[in-house]
Each structure stands twice: as C-alpha cells, then as structure tokens.
C-alpha cells in the first residue's frame, strides 16, 4: 500500500462499508427492540448533533496531535459503537451506539481530509475525488448488501461485521507513514526544498474558505432531503420498493461518478467550473423530483442530478479549503466543513418533515432547490474563475 491515492481509497472504502451495511439495519434492529418513529427521529438527530457539534475540535486535535491518531480513535470508537449495538437492549442503548458512532465520524472526515491536502497539495481535488467515491461505492455495496445479510443471519449480523471492519481499519491507518501535523507530504526522491516561513493567510483565503463551507452546507441540504425522505417519497409517488431500491442505487452510482470526475476537473480547470453547474445542476434536479407531473423517469433524473451535484461537489469543496489554508490550521479548517454538512443534514430533517407534513410531500425538493438557485448566483459572481490551488 506504498501508493497514497491507493492508500486513500483503501482506507476510505474500508471505513465506509461498515457503515453502509448498517445504515438499512438499524431503523428495522430499533424497530424490533420496540423503537416507534419518534424513537427512530431520536436515534437520528443524536447522529447529527453530536457530528455537528465535534468535527471542529476534533479537527483541531488532529492539527496538533496528528492525523494519524485521529483516524486511528477514530475506528477505536466507531468499533466501541458496533459493540454498544450489538450489547443494545432497549432504544437508550441504540442512542448511545449512535453518540459514538457519530463521535467516530467526526474524528475521520477532518483528519482524512486534512491529510488529503497535506499528501496530495494542488492535487487535493482529484485525491479527495478518489476519497469520496470510495465512500459513495462502500455505501452502494453496503446498502445493497445489508438486507441479505440480514435475511442469512439476522438482525444483529450488520453489527458483527461493522465491528470487524472497523479492527481492520485500524490496520490500515497504522500502516500509513506518519508525519507530524501540519506538514506537507515530500517524495523521498527530490532534493529537499529550500527552508521557507510557512505561507501566511492571504487577504482572500476565508472567504475562499466561507464559500466552500456554504457549498456544503447547500449540497448536504440535497442529500439529507435524499436520504431522509426520498423512499418514502417514491413509494407515494407509485413506486414499489425494488423500484425505490434502484433509484437509491442510480442515487449512489452518481455520486461515485461526479467523485471521481469533478475533482480532477476542478483541479485541472477550477472549482468554480465544478461549484456552479454542480449548484445549477441540483436547483433543476429537486424542482423535477417535486414535480409529480414528471413521472418516474423525472423522479429517476432528479435523484441522479442530485447524486452528480453531491459527488462533485464534495472533493471540490476539499480542494477549494486545501488552497486557502495554512498548514496549521488545515484540521479545523476541514472540521468546521463537516460541521456546516452536519448542521444541514440535521436541518434538511426537521424542515423537510415539516414542510412535507403541513404542505406537500415534494416541499422538501422545493426548499432545496430555494437553497442551490441563489447560492449558484453566489458562487458565479464571488467564486474567481480560476480559483485553483495556490502555492503553500
């Protein structure tokens, strides 16, 4: 595992498939330990919360203690939250199964990332591409694969298997080379680089960093409006539940195709020719999902749009934080990404449920698109079209 995009996308997909294995378990595990919906909204928001509210410290730690540790506490925990499942009697075991989970993902989006834009510098993008689609495809195998893992073995098998992949993850995460935070990756084979001050914060890089973190923040409204609403969506729409299934599954393959695509595009040509058409992009796509004249191949294009929108515009936010931070803060500045996602996605729930419950059912789509329309216009006229990486 000497290559660090392999390196990348190992430990990315690794982390992730547990977690998608588990994500179609655990509403039916709750169910049979006699959660009912309001139980089921409790064990979601305490995800969210706690996320929301430790990417930011825990990205900080990881600037002074190393990225490395972090994404090492990082599988510990979430291997202590696949135990606390599996130990769960009641809905209170599950929530702090939950809590801990959450506190495990916390610690590994800001330290992978940051450590993305230490390895990989003016590349972050296109690293970050690789990073992020190996999460969508861990979930696409996941989610796939946890209902017949199920059917063979039982409720409580996902969780088995979630605690075994996080061991594993371990593994991996203590054979990558360390370094010391803070610090760029070097080849072994170039001549050392001349001794330089470490390159100061330039005049434009927060708000380079502010657009970045209100993309996010946009695009996760998308996804969680996806993931909260959208099955139950299709199926008042007409579809049966094979039909929903695919149209997650079209939702996920999208997601590993603008990954992969978007953030070697933006490298090489922008974030800006990435964030706008991606923001554009998802302003249309929810406007046709609301659109119960569109029929099922509009609901299909729409989903697919969104997943385009949510894989591209995930490495390319990355690579935009990657060139306007300094080495020392590349952690926080990663964390207070997640926690601008994580305040979404907790947001995307309790709006969309309630707009869907006094309105409409497609009023979830229609507040997204509210969110994308204009934060397009934002970035076309504050986001530089060149806004590539910048020498650290």
């Known amino acids: 595992m000497s290559d660090p995009l392999v390196r990348l996308g190992l430990i990315s997909l690794v982390f ?52 490395r540790l972090l994404l090492v506490l990082s599988a510990v925990t979430i291997a202590a939250a696949a135990a606390t499942y599996l130990a769960a009697t009641g809905v209170g075991g599950l929530v702090v199964g939950k809590l801990l989970e959450a506190a495990g993902w916390a610690a590994f989006w800001p330290a992978l990332e940051a450590w993305v834009a230490e390895e990989f510098g003016r590349r972050a993008g296109s690293a970050m591409g690789v990073g992020y689609g190996a999460y969508a495809a861990a979930f696409m195998i996941g989610t796939s694969a946890g209902g017949f893992v199920v059917e063979a073995a039982g409720l409580r098998a996902p969780f088995g298997v979630y605690l075994g992949m996080a061991a594993l993850a371990v593994g991996l995460v203590l054979a990558m080379p360390g370094r010391r935070a803070g610090t760029a990756h070097a080849a072994p084979a170039r001549p050392p680089a001349p001794t330089r001050e470490p390159r100061a914060e330039a005049p434009r890089d927060r708000p380079m960093r502010l657009l970045a973190y209100g993309t996010g923040f946009v695009y996760v409204f998308g996804l969680g409006t996806v993931l909260s609403f959208l099955p139950a969506y299709g199926v008042d729409r007409g579809l049966d539940a094979g039909a929903v299934g695919l149209l997650l599954g079209g939702y996920w393959v999208a997601r590993v195709v603008g990954s992969l695509a978007a953030g070697r595009l933006s490298d090489r040509w922008g974030r800006s020719t990435v964030l706008v058409p991606a923001m554009a992009l998802a302003t249309g796509s929810a406007l046709v999902i609301a659109t119960p004249a569109a029929g099922a191949l509009g609901l299909a294009a729409g989903t697919v749009g969104l997943g385009l929108t949510a894989g591209a515009c995930g490495p390319t936010c990355i690579g935009l934080i990657a060139d306007h931070v300094t080495p020392a803060d590349r952690g926080i500045a990663m964390g207070l990404f997640e926690s601008s996602c994580g305040l979404s996605f907790i947001l995307s729930g309790f709006a969309g449920g309630h707009a869907a419950q006094a309105w409409d059912p497609g009023a979830p789509y229609l507040l997204a698109a509210a969110l994308s329309g204009p934060w397009a216009l934002v970035l076309a006229r504050r986001l530089p079209a060149r806004a590539v990486a910048v020498p650290d």
């Open 16 to 67: 992730n498939l547990g977690g998608g294995l588990v994500a179609p378990a655990l509403p039916l595990y709750a169910r049979s330990l006699g959660a009912d919906y309001r139980d089921l909204g409790l064990i979601g928001a305490a995800h969210g919360v706690a996320f929301a509210a430790l990417t930011i410290p825990l990205g900080r730690a990881s600037d002074r203690f190393g990225r």
